[in-house]
C-alpha cells in the first residue's frame, strides 16, 4: 500500500465539498455518469481499431448498485480503466484548466463558491458532497494489475495493487449520514433520466425491494434483487430532431459538459449529401472560466461514426469560437484518423465552415434577453473572430455590439447607420469611434465635444487592448468605414472663416506656447471643435508612426510614443485671458497645465506628475 498527498489545491477542493452545504450535490452522479462515458468511449475506439482488443467481446454498460444494508452505492463501467500512474495523475493532481480556473474563482465566501461549483461541476471530487469514503477499483484495457484508491476526502489517498477480472471501473461510494436520499431507487432514477438519458450507453440501476412473496398464509415479506435499465441509451445527436424536445436537448448538455445552467441555445444539424455528418452545438450561457487561459480546455468532441475520436483537438471549430460546446460526428472521415491529418483534413475544413456559419445564425436568432447574456458573456470573442475571420467578417459585423455617445447600453453598427441616416443633411458613411480603457474618460473625453456639438453620434470602445487592433483592421462594413477620431481633424464642425478670424488675435499666443513647450508637443494650433474643454491633445495623422503604431500592438510590441498637437480653444475664457496677460510666469505655467490635463483627459499621464500638482496649485492661490 502507498499513501500519498494531494496536490495542495485539491485540499483546498475536498475542504470545500465536505464542508460547505449543498443545494445540488446530486450532481456527482451525473459527473460519475459523464466519467464512466468517457471511459467507455475511450475503449470503444481501442476495440474497433486496436489488434488487441478487436476479438474481445465487449458489451459496454454502465451499472449502479444500491447497496442499503452497506449504505453504499457503487457506479461502475466496463471501459478503458486506469493503472496506478492515471490515478495519481486525474485523481491526485489538478490537470483540467477548467478546475484550475474554478480555484482560482474561489473567493472563500461559502454561497458564491458553491454556486460555482454549481456552475463548473468539479467532476470526481463532487463524489465528497456525499462520501465519507470513495474507493476506485479500477484496471487499465490491456495491463494485468488492477489498483484500489481510496480516499476520505482529507489530505491523503491511498493506492493498493488488487485483483479484478474484467477492464474499466468500480466508484464506490460509502454514503454520508445525511445522503441516504442516494439509497432510495426511485431517488437514483429520477437523476439519471434527468441528466443522462441520451447518452449512447444503457445504464443498469441494481437494487434491492422487500416485496411480497408466496400465497394465502405463506405471504411473507422478503428482500427481492431488482435491475432495470434506466436510460434510453440513444446518442441523442443521432435521433430525428423531430422526436426530441427542448429537455432532452438541455439534459444531454449538462451531462456532457458538466453545466447547472440552461445553455443559451442550440444548433442541431444533419447533413446528407457529398458529405454526411451530424453536428449538435450548444452556446453555454456562462462562458467557461478558462477561456482567456492559454490552457483552455476545448469544447467539441469529435467522433466518427459514433465512435468518440477525441475532445482535445482545439482547432475543430476556429479559436474563437471556442465556448461553443458540442459534437461533430462525420460518417466520412476514417476511424484511425491521427492529429495531424485532422488539422489538414479536407472533410473537417468543410464541416467546420458549415459549423461556423450555423453557430452564427443561431447567434443572430437568440431573442433579446439572450442577445444581451451573449454579447455580456462573447462580445470580445466576436471581436477576435472579426479580427481572424475573414470569410465570415459580415455577419460577425452585424453580432458586434458597441457602447456610444449617443444611446444607453450597446449599439449594433446597424442602428448606428440607421440613426446617421435618419440626421438632417448629408452624412459620410463614417462609424466615429473613440478608443480607451476607461468609459468614463472616454465619454467626457475633449475630443468627443465637437461630434456632439454636431450631433454626430461616436461609439464608444474601452475594450482598448483588442479594439485598438481590430477596430483599423476592419476596414469597412457595408461600405462604411470606420474613423478614429483621435486621429482625423472634426473637419464637419472645424469652422474655418471662425478659425481665420481668431488667428489674428491668437497667433501670438500659440507662438508662447510653442516656445514654452518645445519639444513636449509637435504643434500647438487653434481648433474651434471643443466646447467645454480649454484644451485637448490629439495624436499627429500625418506622422507615419501614428499609422504603425497598430501594427506594434498587433505584433504584441509596446507602440512607440507619438508626438502630440496640443489644440487650444479660443472660445474658452482661460485661453481668452491667457491671450491678453503679460505675466510670463502665469503663461509658462498655464502652458504646461493646459497639456498635462488635456493629457490626463485622455487617459495618459503628465510629463511630471508633481510639477503639475504644483502648478495647478500656484494658479489656484493666484486666483483666490
Ligand atoms: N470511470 C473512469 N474510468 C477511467 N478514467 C476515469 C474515470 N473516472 C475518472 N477518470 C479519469 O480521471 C480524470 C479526472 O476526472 P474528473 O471527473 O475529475 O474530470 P474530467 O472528467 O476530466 O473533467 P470534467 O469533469 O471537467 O469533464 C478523467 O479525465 C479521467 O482521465
Known sequence: MAKYEYQTEIGQLLQLMTHSLYSHREIFLRELISNANDALDKFKYLHLTDEKFKNETWDPKINIKIDKEDNSLAVTDNGIGMNEEDLIHNLGTIAKSGTKAFLEQLTGDAKKDNNLIGQFGV????????????DVITKKAGEDQAWKFSSDGTGEYEITPVIKDEHGTVVYLKLKEDAKEFLDHWRVKEIVKKYSDHIPYPIFLHYEEEENVGEGDKVEMKKVKKSEQVNEAKALWTLPKSELKDEDYIEFYSTLWHDSEEPLTWTH???????????????????????????????????????????DEKELLPLYLRFVRGIIDSEDLPLNVSREILQENRILANIRQASVKKILAAIKKLDEEKFDRFIDQYNKLIKEGIF??????????????????????MTSLDYYMKRAGEREGETKKEFYYIVGEDEHLLRN?????????????VLIMDDKEIDEIVTPAIGEYKGWKFVDIATVDAPEVEDKEKLEQYGETFTPLVEKLKTILGEAVKEVRLTTRLSESPSCVVPDSSDPMAQMRHLFRQMGQEAPEIPLILEINPEHEMIKKLAETEDERILEESAWV???????????????????????????????
Open 594 to 624: 493646459l497639456l498635462d490635463s488635456a493629457k490626463l483627459a485622455e487617459g495618459l499621464e503628465p510629463g511630471d506628475k508633481v510639477a503639475f500638482a504644483r502648478r495647478v496649485a500656484d494658479l489656484l492661490s493666484r486666483a483666490l
Open 388 to 409: 481572424t475571420d475573414h470569410l465570415n467578417k459580415e455577419s460577425l459585423l452585424e453580432i458586434v455590439r458597441y457602447k456610444s455617445s449617443k444611446v444607453e447600453g
Open 123 to 134: 467532476g470526481f471530487y463532487s463524489v465528497f458532497m456525499v462520501a465519507e469514503r470513495v
Open 445 to 457: 473625453s475633449p475630443l468627443l465635444e465637437a461630434y456632439r456639438k454636431a450631433d454626430i453620434e
Open 269 to 311: 444539424n444533419q447533413v446528407e449529401g457529398s458529405l454526411e455528418y451530424t453536428t449538435l452545438f450548444y452556446i453555454p450561457r456562462t462562458a467557461p472560466a478558462d477561456i482567456f487561459r492559454a490552457d483552455f480546455q476545448p469544447g467539441v468532441k469529435l467522433y466518427v461514426k459514433r465512435v468518440f475520436i477525441t475532445d
